[in-house]
């Protein structure tokens, strides 16, 4: 007996199925991901973020939004709602999805082990296919590190914020904010001996 097919979705399906799901997904190839839960380390930190950052850009040109917000990766195809999207300018809206935009300036994801993976590899290279995009943030929520990617001629300058004692600062955003706010109230389990690799630039 021969299976049959995957029936695959339309964009529109999709954006329409999301109007009404009980939780978000994402969107690539026809096919939908359902995305897992967060931690309560991954809250505590996107907030920390999110409190601290729109702080800064009140007032300015950039506003940031959390993980409600959808963003499309007009070259590949790929709906995702990234943890932290900053636009500055007007926001430019998929035509099928006024809740979808297209021009993110940086994004930041908080670090999952579930996600990891992904957010420094596949997703990355779609990321890095937004033209609008000028840099590229993860942070790890398992000890006081943030990696940031800013977009250069030919290539994504990569580096490392490391500590609690550490500031971290975006290039093309008017933000520096130092790790012990990032961090706030965050407790770390116990360190290992395992390696850490980076993302590739």
């Known amino acids: 007996m021969t299976a049959l097919p995957k029936r695959l979705l339309t964009p529109a399906e999709y954006l329409a199925r999301e109007e009404t799901a009980a939780f978000k997904s994402e969107f690539y190839c026809g096919e939908t991901f359902a995305m897992a839960g967060a931690s309560l380390a991954?809250?505590?930190?996107?907030?920390?973020?999110?409190?601290?950052?729109?702080?800064?850009?009140?007032?300015?040109?950039?506003?940031?939004?959390?993980?409600?917000?959808?963003?499309?990766?007009?070259?590949?195809?790929?709906?995702?709602?990234?943890?932290?999207?900053i636009v500055c300018g007007p926001r430019e809206v998929d035509p099928l999805s006024p809740q979808t935009v297209t021009n993110p300036t940086a994004i930041i994801e908080v670090l999952s082990p579930s996600t990891a993976s992904y957010d420094q590899g596949e997703k990355l290279r779609h990321y890095q296919q937004i033209p609008s995009l000028r840099e590229y943030v993860l942070v790890a929520q398992?000890?006081?590190?943030?990696?940031?990617?800013?977009?250069?001629?030919?290539?994504?300058?990569?580096?490392?914020?490391?500590?609690?004692?550490?500031?971290?600062?975006?290039?093309?955003?008017?933000?520096?904010?130092?790790?012990?706010?990032?961090?706030?109230?965050?407790?770390?389990?116990?360190?290992?001996?395992?390696?850490?690799?980076?993302?590739?630039?």
């Open 42 to 85: 991954h809250i505590d930190i996107s907030g920390n973020l999110f409190l601290a950052i729109g702080n800064q850009l009140a007032g300015g040109k950039c506003r940031i939004s959390g993980s409600d917000l959808r963003v499309l990766v007009s070259a590949t195809g790929l709906y995702t709602y990234p943890d932290l999207t």
């Open 142 to 201: 398992d000890r006081p590190w943030v990696v940031r990617l800013v977009r250069q001629e030919s290539n994504w300058l990569l580096t490392g914020f490391d500590g609690l004692d550490a500031e971290f600062a975006l290039t093309t955003v008017p933000v520096r904010i130092p790790l012990s706010v990032i961090y706030r109230d965050i407790e770390f389990p116990p360190p290992t001996l395992k390696p850490r690799t980076s993302p590739e630039p």
